[in-house]
């Protein structure tokens, strides 16, 4: 339960997203749909989110070693995709 409010379609507490939105260039989208999408700020802003939550930045070393790490997995996730993808070569 949230604020003793409860989803009256299956029961279940009220997402904290309902309600919310994104105003964006193409109209406001709510902020479910939107909970992936990728963040545009700047470092300081980044460094003051990350401190607030407790955390930090990687250092260019760890940023390096991730993308290392990614890239040593390339080959597997291309062998798991088929020839074509469908969306692009539909």
Known sequence: MVNGQHNET???????????FVRTVYGIVPLKFAM????????D??????QWMGGRI??????????SYVDGMKPEF?????????????
Not at 36 to 43: E, H, K, L, N
Not at 45 to 50: H, I, K, P, R, S
Not at 78 to 90: D, H, M, R, Y
């Open 10 to 20: 299956n029961g279940s507490p009220q997402s904290i997203t309902e309600g919310k």
């Open 36 to 43: 992936g999408w990728p963040v545009v700020a700047s470092y």
């Open 45 to 50: 802003e980044l460094a003051g989110c990350a």
């Open 58 to 67: 990687p250092t260019m070393e760890e940023a390096r070693s991730i993308y």
């Open 78 to 90: 291309e062998k798991s995709l088929g020839n074509t993808i469908p969306a692009v070569n539909g």
